[in-house]
């Protein structure tokens, strides 16, 4: 059994700009990634000769995923859905970040 050295130190969280930074980072690149999906859901559609990058061989390919009846939702596409909702969750972050900032000067 390891010994646990217990400090009498309160443990102090990061500052806020840390958390907002990591999340900004990991919605910018869901952003970033359902922009590309979209384009390549569009490209699909309207070019036959269209082939992106993850269509790997017939197992592993994205292009097959995009041209299924369940990449469609409501008449919209999935990777749509996804910019609305990465924005959605951009818009929240800037939120937050403006609450927090009044709390500082406050």
């Not at 590309?36 to 592993?60: E, G, N, P, Q």
């Not at 369940?70 to 990777?79: K, V």
């Amino acid at each position: 059994m390891k010994n646990i050295i217990k400090s009498d130190r309160p443990i102090e969280p990061l500052p806020f700009y840390v958390y907002t930074g990591i999340v900004a980072t990991l919605i910018l690149a869901g952003l970033f990634t359902s922009i590309y999906l979209s384009i390549s859901h569009y490209r699909v559609y309207t070019d036959m000769s269209y082939k992106s990058f993850c269509a790997l061989s017939k197992a592993i390919n994205c292009d097959t995923v995009s041209q299924s009846p369940y990449s469609i939702l409501l008449n919209i596409p999935l990777p749509i859905w996804g910019v609305m909702g990465y924005l959605f969750l951009m818009g929240l972050l800037v939120f937050s970040f403006k609450k927090e900032i009044s709390k500082i000067y406050s």
